[in-house]
């Protein structure tokens, strides 16, 4: 069972604890497949499998995005 604890401070930050029980690698969770898993590799989602595959490599043209922080 996964808990999430959600806390607003009075810096309007937003602060999300999560405990994920009896999981504590990423090859114990069933979408997620790190056979080919190498230094520096990227977790990417593939849509076709529905799990995320463990890459060091892209395509030409893969957009990359960080997110905003």
């Known amino acids: ?20 029980k009896g999981v504590t690698t990423l090859n114990a969770l069933t979408n997620v497949d790190v056979t080919n898993l190498t230094d520096n590799a990227f977790l990417v989602y593939n849509a076709a499998t529905g799990k995320w595959t463990a890459t060091s490599t892209f395509d030409a043209g893969t957009l990359l995005d960080g997110g905003t922080f």
Not at 1 to 20: A, E, G, P
């Open 1 to 20: 069972m996964t808990q999430f604890n959600t806390r607003i401070s009075d810096q309007n930050r937003i602060k999300v604890t999560t405990t994920l």
